[in-house]
């Protein structure tokens, strides 16, 4: 998958088109958050959920909230405006990020290639 505008493989935030449950995204989050730190801000900020998901468990079990990923209340947005407090994380990510921009890196890992 590329991004059409640079022709560069796609970055994370652009490759999420479906609603994500609060574990998932924390999953998917560069650099990372924890399903209880996303949980803590998303009710600290009232965010509503867009729907829910069944778990598929055969004893029923509880549905999960499910929030949307692109526009400007969905996770993606959110987890853009938190980095600056994410900590130090955010450092090594943004040096991979542009070492990968810039052809040096690799996209899982941000670590440098010969």
């Not at 989050?29 to 729907?51: C, H, W």
């Not at 938190?82 to 996209?107: C, I, K």
């Amino acid at each position: 998958m590329t991004s059409a505008a640079s022709g560069r493989p796609a970055w994370h935030h652009e490759r999420v088109d479906a609603d994500l449950t609060l574990a998932e995204a924390a999953q998917v989050l560069r650099p990372p958050m924890t399903e209880k730190q996303l949980i803590m801000v998303v009710a600290a900020l009232n965010l509503p959920p867009s729907g829910v998901r069944h778990t598929g468990d055969p004893l029923g079990g509880r549905p999960r909230r499910t929030y949307p990923w692109d526009g400007d209340t969905g996770l993606a947005a959110l987890h853009l405006a938190l980095l600056p407090w994410l900590g130090s994380t955010v450092a090594t990510e943004r040096e991979g990020l542009l070492a990968y921009l810039a052809g040096d890196a690799s996209p899982q890992t941000g670590e440098r290639v010969s």
